[in-house]
T-cell receptor
Framework: GAVVSQHPSRVICKSGTSVKIECRSL??????MFWYRQFPKKSLMLMATSNEGSKATYEQGVEKDKFLINHASLTLSTLTVTSAHPEDSSFYIC???????????FGSGTRLTVV | QKEVEQNSGPLSVPEGAIASLNCTYSDRGSQSFFWYRQYSGKSPELIMSIYSNGDKEDGRFTAQLNKASQYVSLLIRDSQPSDSATYLCAVVPGSGSARQLTFGSGTQLTVLP
């Protein structure tokens, strides 16, 4: 089945620094990937839709300058949390849909802690 | 009104019983429906997908879809303690080109040994 690899799985960073999270589709091409954020005991909140070769589409209330998304190839999307603050601490999850197959495969998630 | 709503739970069932999870959605044009299972601290994993009215069975899991009532459910037969997790209903809205998933708030299921 389709596999999505997400790295790192866990990261601790200092306030003010930037963190990059990678999401790769390993055995299929994904023109579109999705980035979610999840707070404890809450559901997944869509942050943005990442489009290969073009700008990401951000959901209302998500700061595009803070959460930089790059989808430079058909198998890789990255999310960079810039100038991180403690309130950015969360579980970030990417997802990709294999065209023509249906179903959405999720990466294993990244637990970000900003101290 | 939330786009995807699930019974809030938590839901507890004894081992071997049937667990019933329910979900309603607001976009009548929605065509794709999914159930995901999420263990604490992990990312969601796909349990079932359903696209047409009726029942779809896969092992101990049965998904049921009723588009007229805008309702989708998941039945878990012979529930096992390992089924204890949060179950997320997800829907792809009918409009929009990106076809992103919209999630319900999840139902926490506990299967008691």
């Amino acid at each position: 089945g389709a596999v999505v690899s997400q790295h790192p799985s866990r990261v601790i960073c200092k306030s003010g620094t930037s963190v990059k999270i990678e999401c790769r589709s390993l055995d299929f091409q994904a023109t579109t990937m999705f980035w979610y954020r999840q707070f404890p005991k809450k559901s997944l909140m869509l942050m943005a839709t990442s489009n290969e070769g073009s700008k990401a589409t951000y959901e209302q209330g998500v700061e595009k300058d803070k959460f930089l998304i790059n989808h430079a190839s058909l198998t890789l999307s990255t999310l960079t949390v810039t100038s991180a603050h403690p309130e950015d601490s969360s579980f970030y999850i990417c997802s990709a849909r294999e065209e023509g197959v249906g179903g959405y495969t999720f990466g294993s998630g990244t637990r970000l802690t900003v101290v | 009104q939330k786009e995807v709503e699930q019974n809030s739970g938590p839901l507890s069932v004894p081992e071997g019983a049937i667990a019933s999870l329910n979900c309603t959605y607001s976009d009548r044009g929605s065509q794709s429906f999914f159930w995901y299972r999420q263990y604490s601290g992990k990312s969601p994993e796909l349990i079932m997908s359903i696209y047409s009215n009726g029942d779809k069975e896969d092992g101990r899991f049965t998904a049921q879809l009723n588009k007229a009532s805008q309702y989708v459910s998941l039945l878990i037969r012979d529930s096992q303690p390992s089924d204890s997790a949060t179950y997320l209903c997800a829907v792809v809205p009918g409009s929009g080109s990106a076809r992103q998933l919209t999630f319900g708030s999840g139902t926490q299921l506990t299967v008691l040994p």
